[in-house]
């Protein structure tokens, strides 16, 4: 090059000579590409220098751009001078290509371009061979292996050649190219047992030197790695024989020695862990992992050895541990913060937090940290701000994500963090990320039974639960469901399978406890209670329970005492189902040991607690209309409105002043009937119930006899078809009842009489006992009450002076009754009633009956607000005998042998903010059978000398059958939080029974109400209809 920089003065030749020229400066390494474009521009300028085209191929070839060797070939191949050259160089770059379809490729480009000459036709008999031995899958898996590993394509490789070794486990270099595949991909195992193999099989093979060190390389990093991994398997004693076998394969590298050193700082050694990371770092100053090793060894001992030690480390080092500098002062922050918090003093913490977070910008836990007690210190819009603004700038980090659904989780929003955690690419999910999930997960899992179970499908809901992998949560909620619907077998294995896991469990105890209260037996909840492990740290929730248990074994001073610690404690926590539950409970035991006024004042605390409001109310009106059902509603506040306002009613006075009239048409004298009653009653609390005074003032107006010229009447009533009836004609009767009464939710009871005035005066009453099994609810009741359904049944008529001037009727029906009713608030509903009466009057027959009555019904719409319904009822009468007649002994009653009837009713209620009301309507048909029966069937009423004629006498019986409807409107409003108005009319259209109703009525509430209306509205009932 010095010759010819002097020969042409440092310019490049031009011309012929420039081809000389510049392929000797490709021979000089730094200029070689510089010289290729050189060649490659004179090429283009001066096309058909075959001797040109022939250099620069060759570079090309040499520099690793076949590409462009290839296409000056082709070029050379146009011209017959270079035809022949070109093939040879161009069959001497593939001829020795590894036999794979890239190979089989390249010869048949050859020989598209190439047709004659040696090379030619070595070229075809090497494709044919080729593609000979390509046809065969276990050569191809093979070639195409050797091929991925020589282009350091491992993952393609490893499945072709783990086939080719399957057709021939002998061959040594498809064994040794497979332990090649494995090193590059990282499976040290698997390499070392391949390459193993193929140095047996052939131990003078080329690739021995190679195979021989990748053997002692992947020996080395997998002894590293299973001793690693023995080390998080906390066993260090097989770690340490690991990291010693990796000295034993190469001394020379560190991390043997670190691990050594690792080894000992799980056995807690710290001398000997000290020695092996100062021996690593002897070995390789820059091994960071034992700088930081000995950092956290020298901390271990006291902050200021780790800051001197720091101290000393060079720049480079000192580097690579700043995290552990900085969190030197950051845990001396913490420990201040930490002190804080268990004061509750949380903005002080709060402060302190935001040092340390300048120290380490960006630390997702500091973050969490600071956050959680902005929160506790009611900075929640802020501390949910900071959680935000982390996840923005950390959206692929698992610790945020994890973090984060803690902090979302903690405040009730376990939606929030399932969303914010799925956000996250799964394959980045940690074990902390998998069991917030998990736990999540189970949480809606429970949500879900709960809503089922809610809606009535209870065993859907527990056969989901079952389904779950065993945990005590699961098996708590079991319990609790069995223990609510009173299968105390089925609660009591739930809880022993928990104390089976967890023998000192509290829920379970507590459920145990309250197991044995429910069935009974006292002296097992007292030892169950007893074994209740004792601690200061107990939740409010297990103190709840434990105060109840109390109560319900009889020890209320314990129980006040419990409750007196825990009310304050709760009123002092932020809203949460914890606090509102205690409170919801207090407020129970505060009404049920005699202090209503102060439950109703902690009832408010819970609605406070539990989110029904944000502010306690402060008056009658404000309180009472927080009581109103909200849709929305989760299970807790629904409880906490629905029991507040059940004992708010409970104690409110009130007073009903209402009208009511009812007639049917019939014969003048005894059944063309016109009836009013005004009814007056007080409802007051006493005790646990309502009790109430009622006075009913009643006139009953049957018409006038229609008389003969004579100014007598013949009709069947009284004695008048023995001898003609003279006297008063009209017949009406009127008197006044009272009754006194009191219920609650089991018993309820009432005595009374009939209206004072009437011709038979009675007294009159009832007492019934309300419970259920399971689902199914049941009332037993006895009772004595009159039958209303005429003037002579009712009050007693007098039979006319002119004949025997007696008093007969007042029919009174003494009996039992049991009712039945299946309504798990579902769509669909049964009620049924069994009742048997003995029925007596003055001067009447003695008669008895019993009635069977039952219905079905659909809840077409089925809302808090709103009910439709429609339904098919069935009723079935038997009276001994009938006594429908008015003639003396007579009841004036209806007392069918048969009767039959189906009718299908259709029902719609609702309730606005301030009307409730009910419409109703149905269709029904009926079929009824009356015996022939004696006119007079007490011959002792009848004077001698007609006994002969009354004898005679009989009221013929029959059949009939028919459709009737009904139809039916109730209205109440609601005019001031102390007044409501009310209306309805009832109309009834059946063969020969047609009575129709109107009522008026005015209710007065002392205390005030702003809660739901009545859904359907509540109007009086007249004391004789009970």
């Not at 408010?604 to 008056?619: C, F, L």
């Not at 609702?910 to 029966?933: D, F």
Request: neutral net charge; contains cysteine; hydrophobic residues 35%.
């Amino acid at each position: 090059m010095a010759s010819y920089n002097k020969l042409f003065n440092g310019a490049p030749p031009e011309g012929d000579i420039a081809v000389e020229y510049w392929s000797t400066v490709a021979k000089i390494p730094a200029r070689r590409g510089e010289a290729i474009n050189q060649l490659k521009r004179i090429n283009a300028d001066t096309p058909g220098n075959t001797g040109l085209q022939n250099n620069l191929a060759l570079l090309l070839f040499s520099s690793d751009r076949r590409d462009e060797g290839f296409a000056v070939l082709e070029q050379m191949a146009k011209s017959n001078a270079g035809r022949e050259g070109a093939s040879k160089i161009w069959y001497g770059q593939i001829k020795d290509m590894p036999v794979s379809d890239a190979s089989v490729q390249a010869l048949k480009k050859y020989l598209s371009i190439f047709s004659d000459g040696d090379s030619v036709a070595a070229a075809q008999s090497q494709l044919a061979e080729q593609q000979k031995q390509l046809a065969d899958p276990a050569f191809r898996a093979r070639a195409q292996g050797l091929a991925a590993v020589d282009s350091g394509m491992a993952g393609k490789a490893i499945p072709e050649l783990q086939q080719a070794v399957r057709a021939n486990p002998k061959d040594s270099e498809a064994l040794g190219a497979l332990g090649q595949a494995y090193s590059q991909k990282g499976d040290r195992a698997n390499a070392v047992v391949n390459l193993e193999k193929a140095l047996a099989l052939d131990p003078h093979n080329s690739n021995n030197d190679k195979w021989n060190s990748l053997l002692k390389v992947n020996r080395y990093w997998l002894a590293i790695q299973q001793g690693d991994a023995a080390l998080k398997a906390n066993n260090p004693d097989r770690a340490e024989r690991l990291f010693q076998q990796a000295r034993n394969v190469d001394n020379t590298d560190s991390y043997a020695v670190l691990g050594l050193g690792d080894v000992a700082m799980a056995r807690k050694d710290y001398p000997a862990a000290e020695r092996y990371y100062q021996q690593t770092l002897r070995m390789d100053s820059g091994n960071t992992n034992a700088v930081r090793g000995l950092a956290n060894i020298y901390r271990q001992q006291s902050p200021e050895k780790a800051e001197a030690y720091i101290a000393s480390l060079s720049a480079s080092q000192r580097r690579s541990i700043d995290d552990i500098e900085r969190s030197l002062q950051n845990d001396r922050l913490a420990q201040q913060a930490e002190a804080l918090e268990n004061q509750g003093k949380w903005a002080q913490a709060a402060a302190l937090q935001r040092q340390r977070l300048a120290l380490d910008p960006g630390s997702v836990w500091i973050t969490y940290r600071l956050s959680q007690d902005l929160w506790q210190a009611g900075q929640r819009s802020q501390a949910d701000t900071l959680m935000r603004n982390l996840a923005q700038q950390k959206p692929n980090d698992p610790e945020q994500v994890y973090a984060y659904g803690l902090y979302l989780s903690g405040h009730d929003q376990d939606r929030a963090a399932l969303a914010h955690i799925n956000s996250l690419p799964r394959a980045q999910w940690n074990s902390n990320i998998q069991e917030l999930v998990n736990r999540l997960q189970n949480d809606q899992v429970l949500e879900t039974a709960n809503r089922l179970r809610e809606n009535g499908k209870e065993a859907e809901a527990e056969a989901m639960l079952r389904q779950q992998p065993p945990s005590s949560r699961i098996d708590l909620t079991l319990a609790d469901w069995a223990q609510q619907r009173r299968d105390y077998t089925a609660a009591r294995a739930a809880y022993q399978n928990v104390l089976a896991r967890e023998p000192t469990n509290a829920d379970a105890i507590l459920g145990l406890t309250e197991v044995d209260i429910a069935a009974g037996d006292k002296a097992a909840a007292r030892s169950q209670l007893a074994k209740l492990p004792a601690t200061d740290n107990a939740s409010l929730n297990t103190q709840r329970r434990v105060a109840l248990a109390q109560a319900q074994l009889g020890d209320t001073a314990a129980a006040q005492q419990t409750f007196n610690k825990l009310i304050p404690q709760a009123k002092s926590q932020p809203p949460s189902m914890e606090s509102a539950m205690v409170l919801r409970d207090g407020a129970k035991f505060e009404a049920q040991a005699g202090d209503p006024t102060q439950a109703l004042e902690t009832y408010k605390d819970a609605m406070v607690a539990s989110g029904v409001t944000t502010t306690r109310p402060q008056d009658n009106d404000t309180f009472t209309r927080l009581t109103r059902n909200d849709e929305k509603d989760d299970w807790l506040k629904r409880g906490v409105r629905s029991d507040a306002a059940d004992l708010y009613r409970q104690q409110d006075l009130n007073v009903t002043l209402e009208h009511d009239y009812w007639g049917s048409s019939g014969t003048g004298g005894y059944s063309d009937l016109k009836a009013h009653t005004t009814m007056l009653q007080v409802d007051a609390p006493y005790s646990d119930g309502r009790m109430f005074f009622r006075s009913d003032f009643v006139n009953m107006n049957v018409g006038s006899f229609s008389t003969n010229a004579d100014g007598k009447w013949d009709d069947n009533w009284g004695t008048c078809t023995l001898q003609d009836c003279s006297g008063n004609r009209s017949q009406s009767d009127s008197g006044a009842s009272v009754a006194v009464g009191w219920r609650n939710d089991v018993w309820s009871w009432d005595i009374g009489t009939t209206p004072m005035g009437f011709n038979v005066v009675d007294v009159v009453g009832g007492i019934s006992y309300n419970d259920d099994i399971g689902p199914l609810g049941y009332t037993v009741n006895a009772h004595r009450r009159p039958i209303s359904s005429s003037l002579l049944a009712f009050g007693g008529q007098k039979d006319s002076p002119s004949n025997t001037g007696k008093k007969w009727g007042g029919v009174r029906a003494d009996g039992v009754g049991l009712s039945l009713s299946y309504d798990k608030g579902e769509a669909n509903g049964v009620w049924a009633s069994l009742s048997g009466d003995q029925l007596t009057g003055k001067n009447v027959e003695d008669n008895w009956r019993v009635r069977w009555m039952t219905g079905y019904y659909y809840k077409v719409i089925n809302q808090n607000n709103r009910r439709v319904t429609i339904g098919l009822n069935n009723m079935i009468w038997h009276y001994d005998k009938d006594l429908s007649g008015y003639s003396l002994g007579q009841g004036g009653y209806y007392s069918p042998q048969e009767y039959l009837s189906f009718a299908i009713p259709v029902m719609w209620r609702e309730r606005t903010e301030n009307w409730s009301w009910e419409l109703g309507a149905s269709g029904s048909w009926s079929h009824s059978r009356t015996k022939t029966m004696p006119r007079y069937p007490l011959m002792n009423l009848i004077p001698t000398d007609w006994q002969e004629e009354a004898a005679r006498q009989s009221n013929d019986g029959g059949s009939s059958q028919g459709f009737g409807y009904t139809a039916r409107a109730l209205l109440e409003r609601r005019v001031t939080s102390n007044w409501f108005v009310g209306t309805a009319i009832d109309i009834q259209q059946a063969k020969d029974y047609a009575p129709s109703h109107f009522l008026l009525y005015v209710r007065y509430s002392a205390a005030g109400w702003q809660g739901d209306m009545d859904l359907p509205p509540q109007p009086l009932i007249p004391y004789a209809d009970w």
